[in-house]
């Protein structure tokens, strides 16, 4: 039902209820057939709402099922579409705080890397948000990327990279951001 819901539905109303209707059965335990039903829903996706609740959902897919899903996220990070490179970037992470991160480096940095020259706003914040959340388990490694990125990193996933950073890193990023660009 909340399939044909998402696909038919004139409503933009319509498809939150479907994403809520599946976040709090995702959190408990994601079911066998549910990827099959919400990879199509992708294309519908307009908007930055859409997008990250969608996201969250795919999020708890990938933990689960990271055979088929993570492909996909390949896919999409390749895409030209904006909410597809978008929800490439965002699914990555559950947005939990410091249990966020679930996904090595290896496999997000790639992503992160391809859509550090797409000047779209909100692939860029989703860029930053990514960097940022994966800096909380792999510290080291991302302000090493962000050094080696810095002047590639648009304003705005650099600001969302650098949030929460102590103050000699940032400024010395700032620094470094600066002297490269």
């Known amino acids: ?5 998402w696909k038919t539905s004139p409503y933009g109303d319509v498809l939150f209820a479907a994403l809520e209707y599946y976040l709090p059965i995702v959190k408990k335990q994601v ?8 990879k199509g ?18 999020s708890r897919v990938l933990e689960s099922n990271q ?9 999409w990070n390749q895409a030209e579409g904006e909410w597809l490179r978008r929800m490439s970037l965002v699914s990555l992470i559950h947005y939990s705080g410091k ?12 992503l992160v890397t391809n859509c550090l020259d797409d000047e779209r706003y909100y ?11 994966m800096r909380q388990v792999y510290q080291s490694e991302v302000i090493k990327y962000l ?5 590639r990193l648009s304003a705005p996933a650099f600001s969302r990279a650098v949030e929460r950073l102590n103050a000699k890193e940032l400024a ?5 951001r600066r002297a490269t660009k």
């Open 123 to 133: 692939v860029q914040t989703a860029v930053g948000w990514v960097l940022r959340e």
């Open 67 to 75: 055979k088929e899903v993570y492909p996909q996220l390949v896919e």
């Open 1 to 5: 039902m909340w399939d044909a819901l």
């Open 41 to 58: 829903w992708s294309p519908r996706v307009d908007n930055w709402c859409h997008s990250d609740g969608l996201s969250a959902i795919y």
């Open 147 to 151: 050094q080696t990125h810095a002047g």
């Open 31 to 38: 079911p066998k057939k549910l990827w099959s039903v919400v």
């Open 172 to 176: 010395r990023l700032r620094e470094l």
């Open 99 to 110: 249990n966020a991160v679930f996904m090595p480096l290896k496999k997000v940095l790639p």
